[in-house]
């Protein structure tokens, strides 16, 4: 009775999911489960893999059969290992497991085997099962994204959020020196150690602000409303103006909009002039660098913005 009870708490921590293995241990044989997949109780979700339920695998139950399928050593890693321990959505629906670089593990419906050295220094040994650390997960999910706005959008909303730091991603991206795509994967981290935190701040140091030879703005620049606190995006604090970015199309609620509001109004009373943009600045970046000089001007920058391309509206400096 005392085995049964531990191999029905072993399945409940396991999401339902059981190998051959753990159910021999606990003394169920191999014709037994076969008798019980035959009647409907199991279901057979991978070869030596069993769920103790019928019907539909939720997703904590794929991901537990599918780490046990890859047998010793394995790890969760990616997107995978990410929405484990809750960063990051649901794109890739798929599981993704690591395996020692020594092993070879055949293909899985539904699973993505990939083969790595020193996997235990990539691991986080105490999650169950186990997982890649956040930072080297964070790097393989990025650089497993085809968009590059899409690896940008990975490490820059995990920095936003404050799970990790540019430092500690830059510094893991040292130890994996085989990762594909390494050099924009440094690019948009140094922008994340800038203070980026988006995409649409990505677009604006690159398409508007550098290569229109615009300023230096300061990033994510700390200031105090009425008592509380608040982040500019983008800061010209020699010369009094804000760039605010906003990639929806507005707030959908009325206390988004009204705390915007507030924001921006005060820094008109302080003789800050506030610039706001959105996704146009992606097919207009060369109107949101005029836009921006303008003020800029007035405000004392002795400058003139130079043209992106032979084709940029903007006269030459």
């Not at 083969?115 to 990539?122: E, G, I, T």
Request: with cysteine; aromatic share 6%; charged share 25%.
């Amino acid at each position: 009775m005392e085995s049964m009870e531990s191999f029905a708490e072993l399945r409940r921590r396991q999401a339902g999911a059981f190998s051959r293995e753990q159910a021999i241990a606990h003394g169920i044989t191999d014709k037994t489960m076969e008798g019980r997949c035959r009647a409907r109780q199991l279901q057979r979700v991978h070869s030596g893999v069993y769920a103790d339920f019928t019907g539909p695998l939720l997703w904590d139950t794929r991901m537990w059969a599918a780490w046990l399928s890859c047998g010793p050593g394995a790890a969760l890693t990616g997107a995978t290992a990410l929405r484990a321990n809750g960063v990051g959505g649901d794109r890739d629906d798929r599981i993704h497991v690591a395996v020692p670089h020594s092993r070879r593990v055949g293909g899985r419906s539904g699973v993505v085997v990939s083969r790595h050295r020193d996997l235990p220094s990539l691991v986080h040994s105490a999650r169950e099962p186990p997982a890649l650390r956040l930072e080297p997960a964070l790097l393989i999910a990025a650089t497993a994204e085809k968009d590059v706005s899409r690896r940008a959008a990975v490490l820059f909303d995990a920095c936003r959020q404050r799970r990790t730091t540019p430092a500690r991603l830059l510094a893991e991206l040292d130890l994996l020196p085989m990762l594909p795509g390494r050099r924009v994967l440094q690019r948009i981290l140094a922008e994340a150690a800038e203070g980026v935190q988006s995409f649409l701040e990505q677009t604006y140091l690159c398409r508007v602000e550098r290569a229109h030879g615009l300023p230096r703005a300061r990033r994510q620049v700390r200031a105090s409303d009425g008592g509380s606190v608040v982040y500019r995006d983008s800061e010209y604090t020699p010369y009094g103006v804000i760039v605010e970015l906003d990639g929806r199309a507005g707030h959908a609620d009325p206390i988004s909009r009204w705390r915007d509001m507030t924001r921006d109004n005060a820094a008109v009373t302080t003789g800050k002039v506030t610039l706001c943009f959105g996704y146009q600045i992606v097919g207009e970046p060369c109107l949101a660098a005029s836009q921006v000089a303008a003020p800029l001007h007035l405000h004392g920058w002795p400058n003139h913005p130079h043209p992106c391309s032979p084709s940029c509206p903007l006269p030459p400096a």
